[in-house]
């Protein structure tokens, strides 16, 4: 089998088997009542949200966990070569960031602080030591390469300043998806762009072992997706936020192609920027906005788009991003 018809198997093998235990999921969450708190300064129609199941993100995680991790298993003890033992790295970073998405969603639905999770400085410091040793191990252990630019032909190398740089993209992905998550299919469909990009990419620079870790996601991705559609049936939560935003820059920093995160991406970016622009403005105007509402997404709510055009036109970017991000990776200068 090619590389290609590989990673479209595992992408396949991965939608079936987390389709098949998302409903049953659904009901175990409704049954120990891990429902969505919603904010009241919210879009109004979101109220009709509130008690859907939340900590869906193990819906894709525990599947990718478990078939990376046995492909993994099978290369060590046989001779078989489906994936390489650097894709232990990415799914690590999932496995870790979900368990502290968890920590969050489970604080926000039965701890002291109900509706609102661990407090921010806290969450803030788990990411910073995660991505931390994540982008140590990225340098030292994977040795990856440092940084390629479009129409550079070389690699650059960034010395020490990869940790904190690698750390940095780690810890700004991780967020700006748990940010664009809020409304139905929107960060799971803007996720599975970026992973089937960066795939794209990875395949193209002959990394295959990461081309087929990317379209387990994918595949993984799309079964969520099932449940997660308006109207949602199972919210991903920060358990499945903070780990695709963690992974998907892990997987762009082993391409060395971090530097079109934020094109791939441009949703994710956008909707970020969407929120220090409007804390900014708000305090230098000492009060005044600069959008509705950030998020940028529910900005574009209450200016009445429906909730399904909000995610239909904003995976349209995504999807145009995705295209310019692979070709300005292709770009080779002399």
């Known amino acids: 089998m090619s590389d290609t018809s590989i990673a479209l198997t595992l992408a396949g093998l991965t ?3 987390s389709v098949i235990w998302g409903g049953p999921l659904v009901q175990v969450l409704r049954i120990l009542k891990i429902g969505k708190q919603i904010r009241i300064e919210g879009p109004q129609r979101h109220i009709t949200k509130l008690g859907t199941p939340t900590m869906g993100g193990w819906l894709f995680i525990i599947p990718v966990v478990l078939i990376t991790g046995t492909l993994n298993l099978v290369s060590i003890v046989t001779e078989l070569d489906v994936l390489g033992r650097s894709i232990l790295l990415p799914l690590v970073v999932l496995l870790a960031f979900a368990v502290l998405g968890a920590w969050d969603d489970w604080k926000g639905v039965r701890g002291v602080r109900r509706g609102e999770g ?3 400085r806290s969450k803030f410091l788990w990411q910073i030591l995660l991505a931390v040793g994540a982008a140590l191990a990225l340098k030292y252990g994977l040795q990856v390469p440092e940084l390629y630019l479009p129409n550079y032909p070389e690699e650059i190398k960034l010395g020490i300043w990869y940790v904190p740089l690698a750390a940095f993209v780690i810890v700004s992905s991780t967020n700006a998806v748990n940010l664009t998550d809020g409304l139905d299919g929107l960060a799971g469909l803007i996720s599975a762009v970026a992973f089937a990009a960066y795939g794209i990419i990875a395949a193209l620079q002959g990394q295959v072992f990461l081309l087929r870790f990317c379209f387990t996601i994918v595949g993984a991705l799309f079964a969520f997706l099932w449940y997660n559609v308006h109207p949602a ?9 903070l780990s695709l935003g963690a992974t998907l820059a892990v997987v762009a920093l082993m391409t060395g192609q971090w530097a079109l995160l934020p094109v791939i ?5 956008s909707v970020t920027a969407s929120v220090l622009l409007q804390v900014a403005y ?6 005044r ?3 509705k509402m950030a998020p940028l997404q529910h900005h ?3 200016l009445g788009w429906s909730e399904t055009q909000v995610v239909q036109r904003f995976w349209i970017v995504s999807l145009l991003a995705a295209m310019v991000g692979i070709a300005l990776a292709l770009l080779k200068g002399r």
């Open 282 to 287: 708000f305090r230098i105007t000492h009060g």
């Open 15 to 17: 939608y079936l088997l």
């Open 118 to 120: 661990l407090r921010a």
């Open 265 to 269: 991406a441009i949703i994710p970016a």
């Open 300 to 302: 574009f709510e209450l």
């Open 289 to 291: 906005r600069l959008f």
């Open 233 to 241: 049936e199972l919210f991903m939560g920060d358990t499945g936020s």
